[in-house]
């Protein structure tokens, strides 16, 4: 059974940093690209940050600058680190995968899910 499990998120105020950590089991998803992506309340889940299974990264504009995103292929492991936060950033993130390899997928195309881990962001 493919699992993809989240951790790290919490309640900080504005200007503070979490880390956000992801680890995924069932399979090895050394060949896939990993992202996190985000959901507010009444909006539409969006993508926020990707990486490749050779390093390539590549962000959502709105987060360019404070989140740094990363992987251990032989541990499993997906990684988000956010500094700079604001209320705006305050979401369920969750953890995904896609068999393309690619950065920047749509939330269509990916091919399996966490369960999210609710970040807030106070002002």
């Known amino acids: 059974q493919v699992r993809l499990i989240e951790s790290g998120g919490g309640l900080v105020q504005t200007g503070g940093s979490l880390r956000l950590s992801c680890v995924a089991s069932?399979?090895?998803?050394?060949?896939?690209?990993m992202h996190w992506f985000r959901q507010a309340p009444g909006k539409e889940r969006e993508l926020v940050a990707s990486v490749t299974s050779g390093g390539t990264t590549d962000y959502a504009d709105f987060v360019k600058g404070r989140f740094s995103v990363s992987r251990h292929n032989r541990k499993n492991t997906l990684d988000l680190q956010m500094d700079s936060l604001e209320p705006q950033d305050t979401a369920v993130y969750y953890c995904?995968?896609?068999?393309?390899?690619?950065?920047?997928?749509?939330?269509?195309?990916?091919?399996?899910w966490g369960q999210g881990t609710q970040v807030t962001v106070s002002s």
């Open positions: 069932g399979r090895s998803f050394s060949g896939y690209s």
């Open positions: 995904a995968a896609n068999g393309s390899n690619r950065v920047l997928v749509p939330a269509a195309r990916i091919d399996y």
